[in-house]
């Protein structure tokens, strides 16, 4: 995790898809809704077998919790990606 000079962050995280989310814009909506940028590094996903997208994602505590939230209530896999130092979710 870096500390950015307006109080943002970055981590590293990795989404897992399940089929019923791969046609859906649900990262795209939790981008706009919370304000967070992403930086996609590498994904993988397929529209019948579903897939993973690993990124950082840089923005304030509350904008990266309220963006994990969003995605999971919406049946997306979250996980950290690097160090212990990053607060688990």
Do not use: H, W
Request: hydrophobic share 40%; glycine share 10%.
């Amino acid at each position: 995790m870096s500390e950015t000079t307006n109080g943002a962050q970055t981590v590293k995280l990795n989404f897992t898809f399940p089929v019923t989310q791969v046609n859906e814009p649900v990262l795209a909506t939790a981008v706009k809704r919370f304000g967070v940028q992403v930086d996609i590094r590498r994904a993988q996903v397929e529209e019948n077998v579903g897939g993973y997208i690993m990124c950082s994602v840089t923005g304030t505590d509350e904008q990266i919790d309220n963006l994990v939230q969003f995605l999971k209530s919406a049946g997306v896999g979250v996980g950290f990606i690097g160090s212990d130092e990053v607060q688990a979710y």
